[in-house]
């Protein structure tokens, strides 16, 4: 096909589909799965024809589940995705076919477990949970219909974290984390926010580290499959994808920018990222997913009818899942995604 019309090509699938709400996940309504919905289309746009080695050419998202107040923290665990619902305060696990499980809720015993976000499995077996709500980090342990919840740490150099929001684990066992102010209602100007910058954090050996305090909003996070490269998206009001340089002990040095998105009427902002087994980032931001090379080459974005927050390899590694506003969305790829290094 001749590399223009390539340009202007797309898979569309048109499918029944929640109508979306406002960005910020505190402005969202919850929605019933008998609520109204309205028919929006959904589309691949293939930018470049490498983008073709990634997803196939028939490949179509679909939506798996909807229904929620607002969707993040995607995981595969145990054999289906686990995901939050931030506002709601709830853990909840959907399997391939649809089949929706509650799996901590405030109401659990936990009064203080509040507004969950990003998490990963450690080598121990339990998940390393991102409190956005709760402006901590904490340890989810035990069978997935009963979890306990331990605090790790919610403060550092005796002041309050501001809102915990993503987190990467790397091969030592040590991991980082984002820390924006999205748990505050009045964001940087909340009274309540005791820290003096918006940072991104490595914790190793029962210390905490502040390794970037240079980005406003730092928000979705990753490592390179060496471990030698940080990335990490700036939510706003410059919207782009960073990327630092980690050092032997696990702090980084100078950031520089993989790509950088232009302000947009399409709604959504760089949150949540993922690497793929080459190396691409699949990156959420305005419009939807965009798959960036290594070298900050755009070579397509997936859209959705809804604001896509953040998304995760599940399946056997080739399947993309989506979380979206209140929905859960999945896309079959042909290449395989980087699972966390702890697989259960």
Request: glycine residues 10%; contains cysteine; proline residues 9%.
């Amino acid at each position: 096909m001749p590399l223009a019309t390539h340009h202007l090509r797309s898979i569309v699938a048109g499918l029944t589909l929640a109508v979306p709400g406002a960005l910020h996940p505190s402005s969202m309504a919850a929605q019933s799965p008998q609520a109204p919905v309205a028919t929006a289309p959904m589309q691949i746009d293939r930018l470049d024809p490498a983008l073709d080695r990634l997803i196939p050419a028939d490949a179509k998202p679909e939506r798996v589940a909807t229904g929620f107040t607002f969707t993040e923290g995607p995981q595969w665990r145990h054999g289906r995705l686990w995901f939050v619902d931030g506002p709601a305060n709830k853990i909840r696990a959907v399997t391939p076919d649809g089949q929706v499980t509650e799996l901590l809720t405030s109401a659990s015993g936990f009064p203080n477990f509040l507004g969950p976000n990003g998490n990963a499995p450690d080598r121990d077996g339990s998940v390393i949970l991102c409190e956005q709500g709760g402006r901590r980090v904490v340890r989810l342990s035990g069978p997935d219909d009963a979890l306990k919840v331990e605090t790790l740490f919610e403060t550092f150099e005796g002041k309050r974290l501001n809102s915990p929001n993503d987190i990467i684990f790397a091969a030592d066992g040590s991991f980082y984390f984002t820390d924006p102010p999205y748990g505050l209602k009045g964001l940087d100007k909340d009274p309540a926010k005791e820290q003096p910058v918006n940072g991104v954090f490595h914790y190793k050996n029962g210390k905490l580290t502040l390794v970037v305090k240079d980005l406003t909003l730092p928000n979705g996070i990753t490592l390179t499959a060496d471990g030698k490269t940080l990335i990490v998206a700036n939510s706003g009001p410059d919207m782009r994808y960073m990327m630092y340089p980690v050092n032997p002990d696990g702090t980084v040095g100078a950031g520089s920018v993989l790509l950088s998105v232009q302000p947009s009427p399409e709604r959504g902002v760089p949150d949540g990222i993922k690497l793929d087994s080459l190396g691409n980032l699949w990156a959420s931001g305005p419009g939807g997913i965009r798959i960036i090379t290594p070298e900050g080459k755009v070579l397509g974005q997936i859209k959705l009818p809804e604001v896509a927050a953040n998304l995760a390899w599940g399946d056997d590694g080739k399947t993309l899942y989506i979380t979206a506003s209140h929905s859960v969305y999945r896309l079959r790829t042909s290449v395989m995604g980087k699972l966390p290094l702890v697989a259960k």
